[in-house]
């Protein structure tokens, strides 16, 4: 039964990260926090899968054929969801990077508001086209 508890931790720790990531997505208007909220999505849904994979007892499959097994696969799965994470990280930086260089800040409703006043200056000078 403590075995199980203990799992239970694991299970409630993803959800609440997962929560806080997605809470930080989403109430935050820094564009650096929205990254930083992405990412403790994406280590809730490592630990979920770890979680998952974990077989109490359990041998890896290349060394015996004793039982019971663990699946390598959901192990595979978060390797892979890592590599593609600071992929995704790296390039959502960058994206915060170049929206600094052009806007001098890193708060989306600055940034909304100086997109909707270039546009309302563009569509006053007579910037649209003739056709």
Known sequence: MIEQIDAYHYYFTSFALFLIGVYMMIDSRNLIKKVIGLNFAQIAVYLMLVTIGYVDGATPPIIGFEEPHSNPLTHV???TAIVVGVAL????????IRLHSEFGTVDTREIEAMIAADEVDDDSTGGGSDD
Do not use: P, S
């Open 89 to 96: 990280t790296a390039l959502a930086l960058a994206l915060v």
């Open 77 to 79: 799965l978060v390797l």
